[in-house]
């Protein structure tokens, strides 16, 4: 038997989004610090179920 994250890249697309609106509740975003720039994937919090 395999576990999740180790057959995550062989799931569809479809079966992963139906396990993620299963578990996951929200993402939280915090604000950034200054204007502009890219995207800063620290500031993501996952809110699981």
Same mark, same amino acid.
């Given at each position: 038997m395999t576990s999740a $994250?180790?057959?995550w890249p062989d799931l569809m697309t479809s079966q992963?989004?139906?396990i993620v609106s299963?578990?996951?509740s929200a993402?939280?975003?915090r604000p950034s610090q200054a204007k502009g720039g $890219?995207?800063?994937p620290e500031?993501?919090?996952a809110v699981w179920r």
């Open positions: $994250p180790e057959s992963k989004r139906e299963t578990y996951l993402v939280m975003v $890219p995207f800063d500031r993501a919090e």
